[in-house]
């Protein structure tokens, strides 16, 4: 045990809790996990459940820092997270329907202050908090996952909007043809569609069925392909891989070019899977930015990769709320 | 004059700069202008004697308010006013090259504090203090006029973003097709291409060239048709000019459905020339964003005109950073 236990409220709790699994960090105030504990989401229907199987996993943790009494808040990045309201609303991916008042539960178990938003805002909270964003008082996170999310920063500060919302430019409309890509909101063209890692297997597909040239991705079932085995292939050599990480790249500076319109940030930050593809997908999103931005706003905005470890970025994120 | 000569720094200085003339209104608490004074701006090639011919015209409407030492401040909203420098930076429609350190000039003459903008945040500023956003914390502010201008309020600060030139808007790109109509930005396809009133004479002439169908804009040398003219065409029942205020009126508000992914506002406040034009042009305003706007913003955000007159506006606007 660290010898700090007196020092009054020296932690935070953040929980990053996905469809799956949701995972606790006990932080101190420089961004340490001192421990990390997991347990399962979709294990509990009944949220009052969760919450008390919740407490009670991370109890010996709270043991290890001298108690709950030295904990100054929790920060809580959920899918569907409304900072304005506290509640998980709606969310398609968790077990439990409608308005889920999940920051008053967790208030009401643990006794300390307990805030809430969506994973993307919680990951821009990380960012800005320990990460390659810190210092910085305008940047956009963009989230490129299984979605395309984000958590845009105006003066320091998370843009919530009129309804704790705000910050959704995966759904940022990039194709308003007819042939815009029918995305899981019910429109066609978001940005998501495209520039996320199921965006990624989309376009791979399409290349793949339309044109000839050989491929390594050839060899797969294409209903199965993910953005790895492109990264794989393109690692590789394959030309119709390089050409998938181009238009993935490219569309998505092309977008960050756009969005620069807003609020001029300082940085995009780039952070999720897609991101381990390095420069087959940051050198096209680089031109693809340098190639529209306008002109009063070249090189102003870094391109940058995250720098929080995968695992410990959302828990981080989430726990940065925690302090507020 | 008036019996509040004792009351101290009950005035602010709005300063609308625009290309041909300055208008400098002294204005109170409430938002009523007790005075107007206009100088022209481009008599005054040397920046010194700029300032110095506006102190002296201020000078009776000074008097009137019981002198300088009833002003708490001076707002200016000018062509690329840079909020964070004070500077007008660059701006091509003004006499004086380069820089010009306008808000220290001011302080220096006046001796009292000095902000800028560039004139769409003043337009924002101005509906927040004095319109139709009172008491609104995010609304997204559109000005129609030669070109498109934006002020985009957060948590009731205006976006400056990381340079001072936040909130472009209408150097959104909507047409990234090699198609997309050149902008004087330099890049093709920009919102205030196709938004603006030399956007909406353009698609003017556009359709009447590609077109056969009779219409009262025939009449007209396509050269200098204006939106005044497609107006008057319309409300005469002009087919081809209801069309055109279509094809605008669903564009801009197509584009204000994705801007509702940045901030999710409460309200869009449409100002501007083009918004005397009525219901030709907010009802495919309305229509486009219904349309497309994201599921779960549906009907959130207000579609507004603005309730400023015209000519006060932009003086009122400007005059609102004053009280800061």
């Known amino acids: ?21 949701s995972v606790f960090g006990i932080v101190d105030s420089r961004g340490t996990i001192k421990s990390q504990t997991v347990i399962s989401t979709k294990a509990y229907p009944d949220i009052n459940d969760y919450v008390k199987a919740a407490v009670e996993a991370l109890q010996p943790a709270l043991d290890m ?71 910085m008082k305008n940047f956009i996170m963009i989230t490129l996952g299984t979605g395309v999310g984000s958590g845009i920063v105006c003066d320091g500060k998370i843009v919530y909007g009129s309804d704790g919302f705000a910050g959704e430019l995966g759904h940022f409309v990039v194709d308003h043809t007819p042939e815009g890509r029918q995305c899981g909101c019910g429109r066609k063209g978001c940005l998501e569609c495209y520039t996320s890692a ?26 199965k392909i993910t953005s790895y085995d492109v990264y794989c292939a393109a690692e590789e050599g394959d030309e119709i ?7 993935t790249g490219y569309l998505l500076g092309r977008s960050c070019a756009d969005f ?18 390095g420069d087959w997908i940051m050198d096209p999103i680089r031109r693809g930015y340098d190639e529209n931005v306008l002109h009063i706003f070249r090189g102003k905005a870094k391109l940058l990769v995250s720098s929080l470890k995968g695992s410990e970025a959302a828990v981080l994120g989430a726990s940065a709320l925690g302090w507020e």
Do not use: H, Q
């Open 241 to 247: 891989a390089k050409e998938i990480f181009e238009f």
């Open 1 to 21: 045990m660290e010898n700090n236990a007196k020092e009054e409220k020296s932690y935070v709790i953040g929980l990053d809790m996905g469809g799956t699994n």
């Open 65 to 135: 820092v001298g108690g709950i009494e030295n904990v100054r808040g929790m920060g809580i990045g959920a899918p569907n997270g409304n900072y304005y309201t506290g509640n998980i609303e709606y969310a398609a991916n968790l077990a439990w329907p409608g308005i889920v008042p999940i920051a008053k539960l967790f208030e009401e178990a643990l006794g300390i202050p307990c805030r809430v938003t969506n994973d993307a805002n919680a990951a821009a909270m990380g960012e800005m908090t320990y990460g390659v964003a810190r210092g």
């Open 260 to 277: 620069c319109t807003f609020n001029t940030p300082e940085a995009f930050v780039f952070f999720g899977g897609l991101t381990k593809a």
């Open 198 to 223: 199921t965006g990624v297997a989309r376009t791979a597909r399409e290349i793949l069925s339309k044109r000839t040239e050989p491929s390594k991705l050839r060899d797969l079932d294409p209903e």
